[in-house]
């Protein structure tokens, strides 16, 4: 059951699709506050949710904050990243209760933080909250994402391996990267264009020096099977004569500062103005540019930088240069030398800048504070809504960094700038099921670790954790070890784990859809499955993968397998040097299993099964059809294996869902 309470006069943020009536504040099991709400957990209080976010599964003992920002240096004490996802989870002995706050500017969650049995949720004055009762952790998901609407399904082949970096250069570095796998035996489907793809960093344009042949190799790849995903930068280049800049200035399509001009901020290419996405009108007209990069065969997208992300507002570049006078032959002591450290850098992402400017939204002029957390979400809809127009039958591939509950209905996301750290490989784990909850399901994060240097063995067990999830792609920061997988010396081991993804795709895909059909979790903790296993609620690092598998991955450097907790009985299938091999039973309990780099791991439950195709190069290459049906116990259930063309938006699970039994 959903009811919704009103405080003061929320923004709009289109995140829930029918609001239904208002309730009286009587009926409230929250205690309001000043500038929020306050509830007393019992001691065996799991808290779910939060989506993007630091930390555990159970987010209890921290404070979070949704306040989407750019920060590729994120940590355990991190507390905002690039999402804002308001959902939470209560999840007791005999009590499951889901909240979800309303609001597109900053909320604190404070979860235990300052006294452990206080949840504290700082939202200001304006916000609607949802709560929503349920018998299971599960139903309450359920119903929070029938409020939220079907989650964003992309075409197919974006099921498949995609390999990115920043930058490939050239077409012919384009070429090199596709070469590299096709000759090692490893298969891939995607080709990502990170900024360089770009004349001068200017969105919608290509670089006529470098990608002269831009057509025709989007053309020859498509034979090969490869699609290439050019980036979109939310800042529009200052640029006279610059088509995009010209139209946006003249139609008066940027975001204002406080004197009515254009708000100038800098970004990859120097001096930008960021389109009002909150604006209607902007909104259809930045979504129409898209059509360009169509027009060319293009046919998939990342929306990136739109927290938006600021490395200098021109205003303050030009406070901070004069301030910066004042230290000039000063000895620089403790005090000094950390002020004059901070001015620096203080100039991006400054809250001071994202008081300064303002949107045109629903015909009303707000600072852009106050609707910070919808930009992101606006940006990737004017993409998507454009999409419908001009592509309506067809699914194109589109993901964000920054988002909004309510994108998810548009796009997927990807979990922004992690760091080639064994903690951000368990970090991308935790990360799955929260984002489920919050109705993100084609998501991942940047296998092998964007910042810093990636190491083979990280890259392999992180893709061993990988190609479990819906969005599989291996990206990594400029000025770091290039980490495709075939540039490293065990690419038998890469193959190996490639080739499980890819006989794996009919399961993996059959629960995406299931899951986006029927509003359920993809990913879901073990706490989900065996809600009374008290020692299952604990896990945080083992997940189940639609309902039929376990996943248990390795994310220590140097260990050659792990501890696992069964919850019930078990069998191991273990994808070994191109082959698959039965392994042992387990039965309730901990056991130590053993799992070599290289090998990827999967436990199927009791009584259930898991169909496997025999592979490809690349997706449609994979023979959805001819299944070979893996097996645990005598007694197993029947699967409910959906299969659509992955192309067209004809979904349905009537007409797509065949069962499948074992012999
Ligand atoms: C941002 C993105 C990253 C990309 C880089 C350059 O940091 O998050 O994925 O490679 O910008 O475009």
Same mark, same amino acid.
């Given at each position: 059951?959903?009811?919704?309470? &009103?405080?003061? /006069? ?24 000043? #500038? ?24 209890? =003992? ?19 990243? $690039? ?10 002995? =005999?009590?499951?209760?889901?909240? %979800? ?13 300052? &006294? ?27 119903? %929070? ?13 974006? %099921? ?56 025709? +190799? ?6 090969? @099977?490869? @699609? ?20 946006? !200035? ?95 850098? =203080?100039?991006?992402?400054?809250? *001071? ?37 001009? *592509?309506? *039958? ?6 964000? &960094?920054?988002? $909004?509950?309510?994108? @998810? ?25 929260? +984002? ?24 392999? &067990? ?22 495709? /997988? ?15 993804? $890819? ?71 273990? %994808? @070994? ?28 439950? #009791? ?15 994979? #023979? ?38 074992? !012999?």
């Amino acid at each position: 059951m959903v009811k919704r309470f &009103r405080f003061g /006069a929320p923004i709009e943020t289109e995140a829930v699709l029918e609001k239904g009536a208002q309730q009286d504040k009587q009926q409230l099991s929250l205690v309001q506050t000043a #500038d929020g709400l306050e509830y007393e957990m019992p001691d065996d209080m799991i808290v779910y949710g939060l989506g993007e976010n630091t930390r555990g599964i159970n987010k209890r =003992g921290w404070i979070y904050v949704s306040n989407c920002t750019d920060n590729p240096h994120h940590n355990e004490g991190t507390r905002s990243l $690039y999402g804002a996802h308001n959902f939470l989870l209560l999840s007791g002995e =005999g009590q499951q209760l889901g909240l %979800f706050i309303d609001t597109p500017a900053k909320v604190t969650f404070d979860i235990g933080y300052s &006294r452990y049995n206080l949840l504290r949720i700082t939202a200001g004055q304006d916000y609607d909250l949802y709560v929503i009762e349920g018998s299971t952790p599960a139903q309450v998901v359920q119903e %929070f994402r029938q409020l939220i609407g079907r989650s964003y399904i992309p075409p197919k082949w974006a %099921f498949g391996y995609g390999q990115s970096r920043w930058s490939y250069l050239s077409s012919d570095e384009v070429r090199e990267v596709v070469r590299g796998h096709r000759e090692k035996g490893l298969p891939l489907d995607s080709v990502y264009l990170d900024i360089d793809y770009m004349e001068r960093y200017k969105d919608f344009t290509v670089d006529r020096e470098q990608f002269a042949d831009f057509e025709q +190799l989007v053309s020859e790849m498509k034979q090969e @099977h490869i @699609h290439l995903v050019p980036i979109i930068d939310a800042g529009v280049k200052v640029e006279e004569g610059y088509d995009v800049y010209e139209e946006g !200035e003249k139609e008066g399509y940027f975001c204002k500062d406080e004197e009515g001009n254009d708000f100038i901020v800098g970004v990859w290419p120097g001096r930008c103005c960021f389109p009002d996405m909150l604006n209607d009108k902007a909104r259809a007209w930045f979504g129409n540019k898209y059509k360009v990069l169509l027009d060319k065969g293009i046919d998939g997208f990342w929306n990136d930088m739109n927290e938006p992300a600021v490395f200098y507002s021109e205003k303050r570049l030009k406070k901070v240069f004069e301030k910066l006078q004042d230290y000039q032959g000063q000895n620089l002591d403790v005090n000094t030398f950390f002020e004059f450290q901070a001015l620096a850098a =203080g100039v991006s992402n400054n809250e *001071e800048d994202y008081r300064s400017f303002y949107h045109n939204y629903r015909g009303e002029k707000i600072r852009h504070d106050k609707v910070h957390n919808l930009f992101g979400y606006y940006m990737t809809r004017s993409a998507s809504e454009a999409f419908e127009r001009l *592509e309506p *039958e067809k699914r194109i591939l589109m993901y964000s &960094r920054s988002s $909004y509950i309510g994108m @998810h209905r548009y796009a997927g996301i990807w979990q922004g700038d992690n760091l080639s750290w064994w903690s951000h490989l368990l970090m991308n784990l935790k990360m799955m099921p929260s +984002l489920n909850m919050c109705g993100f399901l084609y998501t991942g994060a940047d296998i092998g670790g964007f910042g810093g240097d990636a190491t083979e063995d990280l890259v392999i &067990r992180w893709l061993s954790f990988g190609v479990f999830t819906p969005l599989l792609r291996n990206h990594a920061a400029r000025g770091t070890r290039q980490q495709e /997988a075939y540039r490293f010396p065990r690419t038998n081991l890469f193959q190996n784990v490639l080739t499980a993804r $890819y006989c794996m795709l009919p399961y993996l895909y059959s629960e995406f859809m299931k899951a986006a059909l029927r509003s359920t979790m993809m990913f879901s903790p073990l706490g989900f499955v065996y809600p009374s296993d008290q020692t299952a609620r604990q896990v945080e690092d083992q997940l189940f993968v639609g309902e039929n598998i376990m996943i248990a991955p390795v994310y220590e450097q140097n260990a050659s397998g792990r501890t696992v907790y069964f919850p019930e009985t078990m069998k191991l299938l273990r %994808f @070994h040097d191109g082959g698959v091999l039965e392994g042992s039973v387990y039965e309730k309990g901990w056991a130590y299993v053993e799992m070599p780099l290289g090998d990827v791991c999967v436990f199927i439950r #009791d009584g259930y099964l898991l169909p496997l195709a025999k592979g490809g190069s690349h997706v449609a290459e994979v #023979d959805f059809e001819d299944l070979r049906l893996y097996t645990c116990g005598s007694d197993v259930k029947s699967y409910e294996y959906y299969m659509d063309d992955g192309e067209t938006k004809d979904y349905s699970l009537d007409k797509y869902i065949r069962i499948l039994k074992a !012999e």
